[in-house]
């Protein structure tokens, strides 16, 4: 049975309780992009608290042009619409939503305090990757963001073998509206708190699940050449922060991959 057949709107909002009034979700079998219709609507004036969720994407995208690739019944995939004031700034924003991922996660006990942050915007899982973050703000509009998000229920029989060695699932077999609920509360909290504060009240809850802290890590960009150095965490605007040669300095670009090195 697949997930959008398990999902259903009341079912979110029955999970939901005092906050389903903060969300507008609505359900889709099958889409492009839930982060494409949802910027389609947000440029057609959609609410913020919109959230788009599908079954199956067909052209899902994750960061640098990669495909996210999702089968149904596999994969939680879902976007939502948050406009903050005008000049609000978003840098941090992708790790603060890690954090509201992690902490969902966890309190539903879905795989445990094995939860890791990866800058800038993944979650592993045993070391492996079990989501991924991408948020896109909304052309002349830079404090209104769509986030997002997709999560590994289960690994996809058709999954690349060399995907399967990388990838994690949280073998999830609970409701997935609460599941769903749990994580769109998250995010409100800590949207909430973003928005007051920036980063700097989510850094240390982001720090507290470093998955390459004070370890030797090797940046890749599209470009510019690698860089090796050991990795001091980030900094309370989201910048990851590298030694290299004694010196901490902040990398700030959104075309940088980070790799362990043996």
């Known amino acids: 049975m697949s997930v959008d057949q398990l ?43 919109a959230v788009v969720i599908a079954g199956t994407q067909t052209a899902g995208r994750g960061r640098r042009g990669r495909t996210w690739i999702s089968a149904p019944g596999d994969s939680l995939t879902f976007s939502l619409l948050w406009r903050f004031a005008a000049g609000t700034a978003p840098a941090g924003l992708s790790l603060a939503v890690g954090v509201a991922l992690a902490e969902a996660l966890e309190k539903v006990g879905a795989g445990g305090t094995a939860i890791q942050l990866k800058w800038p915007n993944d979650l592993l899982l045993g070391g492996r990757k079990l989501g991924g973050i991408l948020v896109e703000l909304l052309p002349g509009a830079p404090h209104a ?29 609970g409701d997935p509206n609460e599941l769903l609920a749990r994580i769109l509360i998250e995010l409100l909290s800590v949207l909430e708190r973003f928005a007051a504060s920036g980063f700097a009240d989510l850094r240390n809850a982001w720090m507290a699940r470093h998955a390459f802290a004070d370890v030797p890590i090797r940046l890749l960009s599209d470009f510019a050449p690698q860089r090796i150095g050991m990795c001091r965490g980030v900094d309370v605007d989201g910048a990851l922060l590298l030694e290299e040669a004694g010196q901490v300095k902040r990398v700030l670009s959104g075309e940088v991959s980070l790799r362990g090195v043996p």
Do not use: K, M, W, Y
């Not at 889409?31 to 959609?46: H, P």
């Open 7 to 49: 999902l259903n709107l009341p079912g979110l909002a029955l999970a939901l309780g005092g906050c389903a009034h903060r969300f507008d979700a609505d359900l889709l079998s099958e889409c492009d992009s839930t982060n494409a219709v949802l910027l389609a609507r947000a440029e057609a004036g959609a609410p913020s608290g």
């Open 145 to 173: 963001a769509v986030i997002g998000i997709g999560l590994n229920l289960h690994l996809p029989d058709a999954l690349p073998d060399d995907l399967q060695t990388q990838s994690a699932a949280l073998n999830h077999s």
